[in-house]
């Protein structure tokens, strides 16, 4: 796609131009350089071809005019000679020559306008500018441009215009790049940026002919098939990814921001359906990338010149955008060429290096470092590459070199100087020695060992033996040459370790057929006359064992499997002898006997515990079916504690419970007889049995717990039965055990009443304190120190008393065996049996009631209640006592006097309340009869009843707002209820409020409450009282008026008047004038004319 003439141009400008965000132009020092970056890549870049390619197909007065601008300016005089001499610019024809003929003759159509005049114009400019480049190139870019403005002046283009004309130059020679080289080249980048400042083009319009260059070219590709694009060989892919890099390039090196760098970018991506990161990943893998390559060849052959160094290829990377990690692998494979170069590799023939004496040149080590410098690798690569190489060619003779050593060929000692020597030619560092002797070792060691996995495969039992012989042989003389190397290393872990991570010289057989080769090496070695023993036995087979990678425990267990037996028989006669006659030399011979197996066979001492356990489980059931009662006498169990040091076992109570554990138990139950109890006098006998016995306080604790829970659960079972009886009715009991339990259940001749009140069983409560004394004589519970506190104490010194401080501990009871975790009882039950036995406590006269009252928590213990839950019972079973007590008392007497305050005193023990608790349920029972009888006296609420009320609650201390929670607003109306007919009669006045006062604070009402209060009565009186008397004065009854008025002027006393009542002016003078006649016998003159004064203010008098 081309360009030819101002008026495409134009178009392009109308139709393929879009707004950009790009910040003003930024000025570059570079614009003006004429000088190479990569200058190791030097080639003509196809921009000139196509500027050539254009003028030669310009036609008409533009390619004279490109020559002569000064006609042009002529042509501007004249019109008519304009047209004489532009006929064939405006009439074109292929056929007709330029001459004065051919322009006379188309002059007629020469009449033209300025417009036609001015796009002429433009045509002409944009073909001297061409001209102008082709002909003095860009290299001195200064000069160049200062003959492009001439060309814009001598041309007079409008400056827009000539800018569109510039940036379309800059376009057609972008496109020329792409079309005459799809490679990047050296040049490129510093022709567009010379380029760039030749023609003044700011930062937006080179982003703008990237993009329509982009377009010229998707129009040339678009015969091209997808398929075809998608190779990276294909010539239009190449130019296209070659676009994507000058466009990266010259936007980045615009210093352009990171949003108008992606918009421009992503403008030229687009028209390709690329994204960014597609476009740049191109970029970087298939023309950066190759391009460095390219020049890194270049600099390789010209290394030690002054043509290459370090800050020139830092510069070149800098130019054309690679990455430091491209950049650096890149470095690493020239230095990777460069190593196998001068070891003689080339690419024709990969096999022409004899790697028994290849070596690298003089001088080598000193070019392969300054390679490294000059590409700044670390010179760590340089050994890597040497490394890298040199090993394949140095194993190859090493190798053979063991190979020799092993089969006797040479000595270990020439073998090492041979294996040196050859490491020195190859420059491999001598750090690298344990690696690569480790290789020698593994390779050599391998190929005898490949034999004795060949047999083990057909079972050739005979071949393995031999052939791991000779791996036996050849790792002693291994052994020297390392030795002779100065390797101290561990051999096995070094070589012989199939899970290290690095290849062990046994990796070729798996885990099952080293096994199988251990088994079968190590067995026939001690078989035959010539058999191997103690020593030499345990030398060959731990030899064995590393060779083949053989764990510890893998061992072990092939030794148990093999050998085991044997020792099994050693130890089995030991006990029989020792149980049946114990001698300390007897001891000594077995201990001996085993010793000698376990040392010929390498068998793990472990076996012995774990053989022993069984053997000693053995002795115990052996003396139990033969000794008196099952009880070993002193003798055996002196053999029995013998026999537990020979096997090594440190715990066995646990094997003498399983076999005299029912022993044990069958005494114990026998110790209880038919009470339970086991008497003090059993009990020594019993320590003494469990000596015998051989079983631990613990364990036997444990067997007495599980006598005591067999006993233990019928009582409670009882107890559950009877309390049922007593607290269920029969159609309630029938649904609980789900069967009909029929009127002859009831032995006690009575149905149950199913009250769940305070009433208690006396048979029950018995029950009860059986099972508590079972429980306690017995030992059950158990004391557990949780804390220590300090207590004061009074002791004698010197005969005088002093109180000291002692530190005591504190004790919580634990209950081993509950009532709940025996299933005996559910908890719904346990809780009414708890209930019951502590309303037991406090109901029961006589010496019982001591016994039932100390006994209480005990009992909770037992049934597994928790201590919270106990606490809940006895304040249910409080509330219940002080609701009723209480209630009754201040029913009867109207509160409660100095008898019954005594009585709840001694209620508290035996309800386990302290004083403080007994006062708060007082106080609580006192509030409940006190709510229910507010709200009788609020039924029918009257100032006498509720003053009653009032001075009862106030006596007795209760709080109305707090104690019996009455809210603000009914202690208000208490108070208003009270007060109105005070204030109705007289007998509260503003004079007299202490009455006011006394209830206030008799009611816990604050000052602002009790004025409110106040106010709201008096204006709701006031009201109805003057409406009464503006009655009575339209009714012309002013006889009846005298008290209400009285009244309206003590209520307007407390407010000031300010009674809110509006009355007709006339009817208010009349209320006046009658009141100046009211008798005032008994008020000062003073008085009255206030009162005058007062009533004045109420009806809004003047």
């Given at each position: ?78 019109t008519i000679p304009a047209s004489l001499a532009l006929g064939y ?684 004394d079972f429980y306690t004589e017995n030992d059950i519970a158990v ?69 039932y009252e100390n006994s209480r928590s005990t009992f909770g213990g ?241």
């Amino acid at each position: 796609m081309t360009c030819d003439g101002l008026g495409m141009a134009l178009s392009f400008r109308k139709t393929d131009m879009i707004g950009s965000s790009f910040v003003p132009k930024l000025e570059r020092a570079s614009s003006w350089s004429g000088g190479s970056t990569l200058n190791m890549l030097v080639q003509a870049s196809g921009g000139m071809l196509e500027l050539e390619e254009f003028l030669d197909s310009d036609k008409g007065v533009s390619k004279t005019v490109r020559k002569s601008p000064k006609l042009w300016k002529a042509a501007r005089i004249a019109t008519i000679p304009a047209s004489l001499a532009l006929g064939y610019s405006i009439v074109p024809s292929s056929k007709i020559a330029f001459s004065a003929a051919g322009a006379i003759a188309s002059s007629l159509a020469g009449l033209i306008g300025r417009n036609k005049m001015k796009d002429l114009g433009g045509d002409a400019a944009w073909s001297a500018i061409a001209q102008c480049l082709v002909d003095d190139g860009i290299s001195n870019a200064q000069a160049t441009a200062g003959k492009i403005l001439e060309i814009k002046d001598e041309f007079a283009v409008h400056p827009d215009d000539f800018t569109w004309i510039c940036l379309n130059i800059y376009r057609k020679y972008l496109v020329g790049m792409l079309k005459y080289d799809a490679k990047p080249q050296g040049t490129d980048l510093e022709e567009l940026e010379s380029l760039k400042g030749i023609l003044a083009l700011d930062n937006l319009d080179v982003g703008e002919a990237h993009v329509l260059a982009a377009q010229d070219w998707q129009r040339a590709c678009k015969f091209v098939t997808q398929e075809a694009l998608e190779d990276e060989d294909c010539k239009e892919r190449m130019s296209i990814n070659k676009l994507f890099y000058l466009t990266e390039r010259s936007l980045r090196q615009n210093n352009e921001p990171r949003e108008a760098f992606t918009y421009e970018m992503s403008r030229t991506c687009n028209i390709f359906n690329t994204t960014i990161e597609e476009a740049l990943v191109r970029v970087e893998e298939e023309v950066v990338g190759p391009f460095y390559a390219r020049a890194l060849k270049s600099s390789r052959s010209k290394l030690g010149t002054n043509q290459v160094s370090s800050i020139m290829l830092e510069r070149a990377r800098q130019t054309i955008g690679i990455s430091s990690n491209s950049a650096k692998n890149l470095h690493e494979n020239v230095l990777n060429d460069e190593v196998r170069s001068l070891l003689g590799y080339t690419n024709e023939n990969e096999s022409n290096v004899n790697p028994y004496t290849v070596t690298y040149p003089e001088g080598a080590r000193e070019r392969l470092e300054k390679l490294c410098k000059t590409f700044g690798l670390d010179q760590k690569e340089v050994y890597y590459e040497i490394v890298s190489e040199g090993m394949p060619l140095f194993s190859v003779v090493g190798l053979d070199v063991m190979k020799d050593a092993v089969s006797g060929g040479i000595t270990p000692e020439e073998a090492w100087e041979r294996i040196d020597q050859r490491r020195k030619e190859l420059l491999i560092p001598e750090d690298k020695l344990d690696e690569l002797v480790s290789t020698l070792v593994v390779n050599s060691m391998g190929t005898p060992l490949q034999d004795v996995k060949k047999y083990i495969d057909v079972n050739n039992e005979g071949a393995v033996y031999s052939s791991m012989m000779e791996v036996l042989q050849a790792k002693k003389i291994i052994e020297q040459l390392l030795k002779k190397s100065g390797w101290n290393g561990d051999f096995y872990k070094a070589f012989c370790n199939p899970n290290s991570d690095i290849e062990s010289i046994n990796s070729l057989m798996n885990s099952q057929q080293r096994k199988i080769v251990y088994e079968l090496v190590t067995t026939r070695s001690m078989e035959g006359p010539d058999g191997k023993t103690g020593d030499e036995l345990n030398e060959f087979t731990a030899e064995v064992q590393g060779i083949l990678g053989i764990e510890e425990k893998q061992v072990e267990v092939m030794a148990i499997m093999n050998f085991g037996p044997k020792l099994d028989t050693v130890l089995r006669r030991a006990m029989l002898e020792i149980i049946e006659d114990y001698t300390p030399a007897l001891l000594e011979t077995l201990k001996k006997e085993v010793r000698d197996v376990i040392s010929e066979y390498k068998i793990n001492e472990g076996l012995i515990i774990s053989s022993g356990r069984d053997l000693y489980q053995e002795a115990l059931k052996n003396i139990s079916d033969n000794a008196p009662a099952g009880v070993p006498t002193q003798e055996q169990n002196e053999a029995l504690s013998v026999l537990q040091k020979f096997y090594g076992l440190d715990d066995v109570s646990s094997f003498h419970l399983n076999t005299f554990g029912p022993i044990y138990k069958k005494s114990i139950e026998e110790a209880m007889s038919i009470t339970g109890v086991i008497r003090p006098e059993f009990r020594k006998p019993l320590e003494n049995l469990r000596d015998r016995l051989g079983v631990s306080s613990e364990q036997t604790r444990l067997i007495f717990l599980d006598a005591v829970k067999i006993r233990m659960i019928p009582m409670v079972e009882w107890i559950v039965s009877e309390m049922e009886k007593t607290v269920f009715s029969q159609e309630q009991l029938s649904k609980r055990r789900g069967k009909d339990m029929g009127e002859d259940y009831f032995q006690s001749g009575k149905k149950a009443d199913g009250n769940l009140g305070l009433g208690a069983e006396a048979n029950v409560l018995s029950d009860i304190m059986n099972l508590i004394d079972f429980y306690t004589e017995n030992d059950i519970a158990v004391q557990n120190q949780i804390d220590s506190q300090k207590v004061e104490k009074t002791v004698e010194v010197d005969d005088e008393k002093k109180t000291i401080e002692e530190e005591v501990p504190v004790y919580e009871t634990l209950y081993p065996i509950t009532a709940l975790e025996t299933g005996a009882v559910d908890s719904q039950m346990a809780e009414v049996l708890y209930r019951q036995f502590v309303v037991g406590s406090f109901t029961t006269k006589g010496p019982d009631a001591v016994r039932y009252e100390n006994s209480r928590s005990t009992f909770g213990g037992i049934l597994g209640l928790s201590s919270e839950k106990m606490e809940d019972i006895g304040s249910g079973i409080a509330d219940t006592v002080y609701d009723n007590y209480v209630g009754q008392s201040m029913r009867t007497k109207g509160a409660l006097d100095q008898q019954d305050m005594m009585f709840l005193a001694n209620l508290q023990p035996k309800l386990g309340l302290t004083p403080e608790q007994g006062e708060i349920f007082m106080k609580k029972a006192q509030n409940k009869i006190l709510k229910d009888e507010y709200e009788q006296v609020m039924d029918s609420a009257t100032a006498e009843s509720i003053k009653t009320f009032r001075e009862r609650c106030e006596g007795m201390g209760i709080d109305l707002s707090k104690d019996l929670e009455l809210t603000k607003d009914y202690i208000q109306e208490m108070f208003e209820i009270e007060i109105a007919p005070g204030l109705e009669s007289g007998e509260i006045t503003i004079e007299n409020v202490d009455i006011l006062v006394e209830i206030q604070e008799s009611l816990g009402l604050d000052e602002k409450n009790a004025e409110e209060s106040l106010t709201k009565l008096l204006v709701q009186r006031s009201q109805i009282i003057s409406e009464a008397i503006e009655g009575a004065i339209r009714r012309g009854r002013i006889n009846t008026i005298v008290e209400p008025v009285k009244q309206l002027v003590r209520y307007g006393a407390f407010l000031n008047g300010n009674l809110g009542i509006e009355m007709e002016e006339e009817a208010g003078q009349q209320v006046f004038n009658a009141y100046k006649n009211f008798d005032t016998e008994g008020l000062s003159e003073e008085k009255v004319e206030e009162n005058q004064e007062m009533l004045k203010t109420i009806l809004s008098l003047s």
